[in-house]
């Protein structure tokens, strides 16, 4: 008796440790924990940092930031009623530059991972997709950033961002729609491509 005792307490630590393990991990893989963990990453390592934030730095944190985006994704929202007419290798040629342009503009504004506080919302998540909602204070200043994000392969990867209700895909599109009006697609991904030059150059 006292041995069948025994084995069934093991089974309940056995499965006590498998169904805490499996709600780790699903709270871990959440979308609000992989927005929460990034932040606090970048945040730790800017406060390791002093108020100049040198180039290998800003290297790592591009890798950071930038590890949850699907750029692909975004650029698709972004170039809109275009996507669909460029070539496969039109559209890699686009992903690229627009991604690493992006990732450059991404550790200019740092100061928004040094909030006051930092607030993050219960996430809505309908399917294979979700939004995050967050909310940094700084002093008497608020700015609200709601990830829009999806599920790649198992992953939650974001693939928009509302900052105080503008859509970074939507300002994007905006820019690129009136400017291939104007000229060109050709036209206007050359000047990202030149953009991006002037970026290599100064760094």
Known sequence: MKTQLTHFATLLSILAFAVFSHAAKILENSPV??????????????????????????????????????????????LGKYWDERTEKEKEQFVDVF??????????????????????????????????????????????????????????????????GLSTARNYRDSFYKEIAKTSYDAMYQKLVDRLQEQQEES
Not at 45 to 62: A, S
Not at 101 to 120: C, G, M
Request: hydrophobic residues 35%; charged residues 35%; aromatic residues 6%.
């Open 33 to 78: 924990e992989i927005i929460k963990t990034r932040n606090q990453t970048v945040e730790k390592i800017l406060n390791q940092t002093n108020d100049e934030v040198d180039e290998q730095t800003k290297e790592k944190l591009k890798g950071i930031i930038n590890g949850i985006m699907d750029f692909r994704a975004l650029a698709k929202l972004s």
């Open 99 to 164: 991604s690493q342009l992006i990732r450059n503009s991404s550790v200019k504004k740092l100061e928004i991972y040094k909030a006051d506080r930092l607030v993050y919302e219960e996430p809505v998540i309908k399917g294979d997709k979700a939004k995050v909602s967050t909310i940094a204070y700084k002093k008497r200043k608020q700015v609200e950033i709601v990830y829009k994000m999806h599920k790649v392969d198992g992953q939650w990867l974001v693939y928009d961002m509302e900052i105080d």
